[in-house]
């Protein structure tokens, strides 16, 4: 039986995931932070016959301690994990800062995974097969991280701007992570789902909301279709430790969004502001 940790586990994808998991009998600890959801997640686990084997974890994944607070559960409460999944997103159309200060796209869908990621690093190396997945956009949008502005104080704000610079900063994390952890045999895999009919449009003032639901129910996959090649993707990642895909088309690990030097900077730049929260 295999253990699971799903970051955003109690809708889109991640609750299609944790399902799926949970469905062939291993075992799920969903988190995030609306209460219904997650009620409604340990629902459907009971509904599968898997109550004994779903947990869902409460936490506002936009705070630093809402981070800390999941890697200090989950090493209480596990012995080891087979597999992350990152699947946390809340659109934000106007610049939103965390309780931490932080810009909330880049808290929420970059600073978690980086946090609860290397956090657990020691309990995913217990299994003999661990795997990360990120679910964000390698290789599908544009966007850039702003070096000197990561919370858009003078760069004039985006949704879109930030939901990109949060995807550029995933990827390099993709190619960040086992170079910290060279003897662990954590795969790290970047997923990009393409448009998946989700969640996605609740956080969208209208009439963007109703024009991203319907294109989502014209032209996006459905959660339980774009789920299957993911699955098969955590069961049998490639050999090397990292890798970056766009739905089953692998992505080479080259050009600006993959450099090593960009990926040393943003550690770096990570390491610092996560200090500076503490000082
Ligand atoms: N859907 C697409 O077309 C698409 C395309 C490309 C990439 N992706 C990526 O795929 C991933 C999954 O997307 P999705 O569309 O499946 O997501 P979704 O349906 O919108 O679900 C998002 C999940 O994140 C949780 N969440 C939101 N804010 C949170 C917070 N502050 N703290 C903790 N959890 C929080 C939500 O629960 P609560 O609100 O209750 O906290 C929910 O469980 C994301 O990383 C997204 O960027 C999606």
Redesign the pocket.
């Known amino acids: 039986m295999r253990t699971y940790l799903i ?9 299609g995931l944790g399902l799926h998991f949970l469905g062939r009998g291993d075992r799920v600890v969903a ?4 209460e219904a ?2 009620r409604a997640f340990l629902e459907a686990a009971g509904r599968l016959g898997a109550a004994d084997r779903a947990r869902f974890l409460r ?4 705070t630093v301690a ?1 981070m800390n607070a999941v890697v200090a559960d989950v090493a209480a409460t596990e012995t080891r994990l087979d597999g992350v999944v ?5 659109f934000q159309e106007r610049r939103t800062l965390t309780a931490d200060g932080l810009e909330y796209t880049f808290a ?2 970059y600073l978690s995974r980086f946090v609860i990621g290397h956090g657990l690093a020691g309990l995913l190396s217990a299994s003999p097969a661990p795997v990360v997945f990120n ?3 390698p290789g ?1 949008f544009a966007g850039r991280i702003f070096w000197d502005d990561v919370r858009f104080e003078r760069e004039p704000y985006k949704g879109m701007k930030a ?1 990109t610079q949060a995807s550029r900063a995933n990827d390099l994390l993709a190619v960040d992570f086992p170079r910290r952890h060279p003897d662990s045999p954590v795969k790290y895999v970047v997923y ?5 009919k ?3 449009a ?1 956080p969208l003032k209208q009439p963007k909301k109703a024009v991203t639901s319907v294109l989502a129910a014209l032209f ?1 996959q459905r ?1 339980e279709q774009a789920i299957v090649p993911m699955a098969r993707l955590m069961d049998d990642p490639p050999a090397e430790r990292a890798s970056a895909w766009r739905r089953t088309t692998r992505l080479p690990l080259t050009g600006a969004d993959f450099d090593p030097e960009a990926a040393d900077r943003l550690h770096a730049l990570t390491e610092d502001l996560v200090a500076s929260l503490r000082a």
Do not use: I, Y
């Open positions: 970051t955003g586990g109690t809708d889109g994808m991640g609750r988190v995030a932070s609306g959801k997650g936490a506002d994944l936009s809402g990152f699947a946390t997103q809340r929420l869908s679910l964000a956009a599908g939901a990009n789902p393409l448009f998946v989700t969640a996605m609740e996006a959660v």
